[in-house]
């Protein structure tokens, strides 16, 4: 197995403060953080859109991931594409993320989470190991915890108001989970895409989120709910056990929310522990081209395919290793 470089062996330049350190503890989140500015994003990402469609170096195929509610095809387009190779690895982010986990840090996969107007919002949720859509963990802390859920950053590509959908948090929920993801919720894209809950139209991709609370009669205290707007090259960092929705896209503009959601853990965490496939939404992929990027520090535990880079702001390669 090649020896992975050191990344980025002293993160500090954007790393949280003290004080932001302690409100991060203290709230589950911190930001938003500036990472481009509003005609920089607008304009790359116009050029990036348009050539993400050529996918013949995606990492996933298209024909069994593309479901009712989503296309897990398009996770980790970072492996593939030059700008999201370079955006999960940009020290505005690493710094910040290595402030909480620690100097050695994997970037275990990319989502988009576009919003399009007269969209339902999503649905108030925790994520811990992300076993909730197949009822197989896709993180594994070290010594057994099923307590420790990612890092997220959630990048804004263009402006996200809530009256766009922006994201909502709960803060200071991520130290109780309230949700039992090896209860498996149960797929249909048709069943919850315009319900009520609430008074809001909320959904999950084709789930009911509330199939997996531990107490069936709980109801998260939105009176306590923040709406985190951005605007376009903006970031927020935040745990994934931090309870978080999004509002709905109310189709007072015609343009689109894009955000970009980039996910972090200690290279001691194992990713998709004794399983080759993706299996959620409806959709399943194989994992056999994949690999986790090391953004900072080194991989000393070798449980982890990793990606190496091909060239300074160049796309990666699944390097040969465990995991296979």
Not at 39 to 50: C, F, G, N, V
Request: hydrophobic residues 30%; negative net charge.
């Amino acid at each position: 197995m090649t020896t992975p470089q050191r990344p980025d062996s002293s993160p500090t330049g954007f790393s949280l403060s003290d004080e932001e350190l302690a409100a991060f503890h203290r709230d589950g989140y911190a930001g938003p953080f500036t990472l481009y500015e509003p005609d920089e994003i607008k304009k790359t990402w116009a050029r990036t859109r348009l050539e993400l469609l050529d996918r013949s170096a995606a990492v996933y195929r298209d024909d069994a991931a593309i479901s009712g509610a989503t296309n897990i095809s398009n996770y980790d387009r970072h492996l593939d594409h030059g700008f999201l190779a370079e955006h999960v690895t940009r020290p505005e982010i690493v710094h910040r993320v290595a402030s909480v986990l620690g100097p050695d840090v994997l970037c275990w996969r990319t989502e988009f989470f576009p919003k399009y107007p007269g969209d339902e919002g999503t649905d108030w949720h925790q994520a811990d190991t992300f076993a909730n859509a197949s009822g197989t963990p896709q993180i594994q802390w070290p010594g057994g915890s099923d307590f420790g859920g990612t890092i997220t950053v959630w990048c804004a590509f263009t402006d996200a108001s809530a009256d766009m959908g922006c994201l909502q948090f709960i803060p200071g929920s991520h130290r109780t989970m309230h949700y039992d993801e090896a209860k498996r919720m149960h797929y249909d894209p048709n069943r919850n895409s315009s319900v009520e809950k609430g008074g809001v139209r909320r959904g999950f991709f084709g789930y009911d989120y509330r199939e997996l609370q531990i107490d069936p009669d709980w109801k998260p205290d939105e009176s306590k709910a923040v709406s985190m707007e951005m605007k376009a090259g903006q970031f927020i960092v935040f745990w994934s056990t931090l309870m978080h929705a999004s509002h709905p896209h109310e189709g007072r503009t015609r343009g689109m929310r894009m955000g970009f959601a980039a996910r972090y853990v200690p290279t001691s965490v194992e990713v998709y522990p004794g399983t080759g496939e993706i299996e959620e939404y409806g959709g399943r992929v194989s994992l056999e081209r994949y690999g986790a990027v090391l953004v900072s520090g080194v991989d000393a535990y070798g449980h982890n395919r990793i990606a190496e880079r091909t060239t300074r702001g160049r796309p990666f390669r699944p390097a040969s290793g465990a995991g296979e």
